[in-house]
């Protein structure tokens, strides 16, 4: 079966985002690119855009990864709350769920605090200090 994982855009920030998931996640970034490594003198990038991230992978779990990259300055913005994309996180366990999302959540916004919801299972919604929206839950069945 095919992997699905996200991958997150940022402003010059996906560096900084990443270091902060790893030391939620735990683990050690498999890939890390600059714009810088791929320059030449046919595709040369801008010295405002060479330390930019072109790709980072950061793996969770067993088969999951999460990963991202910052967008050249020439591209414009990205806005996080412009498309409203959602991070989904099934725990293993209600603590795991509680250290996932007081993890991520610190500095952020919290939109639905983590608890007991009305169909059983534990869950919360937040959006991260970068604006990223992210949904934890456990369910014990």
Known sequence: MAFINPYIHFNGNAEEAF??????????????MRY?????????????????????ALPIGKSNVLMGSDVLEIMGQVTEND???TISITAESR??????????AEGGKIEMPIT?????????????????????AFDAK
Not at 44 to 54: G, H, I, K, Q, S
Not at 116 to 136: E, H, L, N, R, T
């Open 95 to 104: 603590e795991e769920a509680d250290k996932l999302f007081n993890g991520l």
């Open 83 to 85: 498309n409203r994309n």
């Open 36 to 56: 810088k490594d791929l320059s030449s003198p046919e595709y040369p990038v801008a010295e405002n855009d060479a330390n930019r991230l072109m790709h980072i």
């Open 19 to 32: 270091t902060f998931y790893r030391s939620v996640f735990g683990g050690e970034f498999a890939k890390i």
């Open 116 to 136: 007991d919801g009305p169909f059983g299972s534990y869950f919360g919604m937040f959006a991260d200090k970068y604006g990223i929206q992210w949904m934890v």
